[in-house]
């Protein structure tokens, strides 16, 4: 199977109440996939367990509404409660070989790069796509550490064949370059959740990845 098959999807949201800046989160993440989000990440850092399961399962009647896919950021328990599609972890999350072990049923597993050594490990060899994590420094997450630039995507690029998900500070003027470079999707968080218009914004940039 190829690139293109095993991750067919060129816009990611990645989406919480808070970056939705009074908005309702599920109003912005309707409008969103009219506008052309291709599968939507639940990421709710500071909820506790309970909020995050309802707005999990309120999300995926959304989700599975447009028939797009949700993946859960972090928390695996959730991910499997809710049957979600997929799930994304850092370093310092659940490794995803622990997630393949525990989750024989999941269809994405995510994983963020943040050192070009981790291309070659077991964690990213049982990933189905990888987060180049940061390509530009952003506001929205600042607990990154390298900034990747243009650069490193097209070094990682030469590195693996796996799905490159580009994300950080990425918006409808520069996301062109970035797939240029090498990513295959990419993911945001405020060019759509912070736009005054979401579903305009959406489509938007899914016009830019379609030129
Ligand atoms: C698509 C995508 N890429 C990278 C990340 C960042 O994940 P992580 O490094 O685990 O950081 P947190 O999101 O948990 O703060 C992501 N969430 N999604
Ligand atoms: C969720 C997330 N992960 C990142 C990483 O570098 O791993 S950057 C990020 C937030 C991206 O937000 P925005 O589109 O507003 O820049
Ligand atoms: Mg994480």
């Known amino acids: ?3 293109q098959s095993r991750f067919p999807y060129k816009l990611y949201l990645v989406l919480s109440e808070a970056d939705c800046k ?9 409008e ?22 309802r707005k999990a399962l309120q999300l995926k009647e959304i989700t599975d509404n447009y028939e797009i896919p949700l993946i859960i950021n972090d928390n695996l328990e ?41 291309l070659d490990t077991e964690e990213t060899a049982v990933s189905d796509y990888l987060g180049i994590s ?20 097209r070094t990682i690029r030469k590195l693996t064949d796996k799905p490159l998900v580009a994300i950080g500070n990425l918006d409808v003027h520069n996301i062109k370059s970035v797939i240029d ?9 405020s060019a759509i959740c912070g736009a005054p218009n979401p579903q305009k ?9 379609l030129k």
């Not at 009074?22 to 309707?30: C, D, Q, S, T, Y």
């Not at 969103?32 to 309970?50: A, T």
């Not at 972890?89 to 790069?113: F, K, M, Q």
């Not at 959406?202 to 990845?209: F, P, T």
Request: aromatic share 8%.
């Open 1 to 3: 199977m190829n690139k």
């Open 78 to 118: 959730i991910a499997k409660k809710v049957n979600a599609t997929g799930i994304h972890v850092g370093t310092h999350d659940i490794p995803p070989v622990a997630i393949r072990e525990l989750w024989c049923n999941a269809a994405y597993v995510g994983y963020s790069i943040e050192h070009l050594e981790q």
């Open 32 to 53: 969103s996939i009219i506008g052309g989000v291709d599968l939507i990440q639940l990421r709710e850092k500071n909820d506790d367990l309970e909020t995050f399961i």
């Open 22 to 30: 009074g908005r309702h989160f599920l109003k912005v993440a309707e």
């Open 201 to 209: 914004a959406a489509y938007q940039l899914k016009n830019e990845l």
């Open 181 to 189: 470079a090498g990513a295959d999707c990419i993911a945001v968080v």
């Open 134 to 153: 940061p390509v530009f420094k952003t506001p929205t997450k600042t607990d990154t550490i390298t900034e990747w630039g243009l650069d490193g995507i």
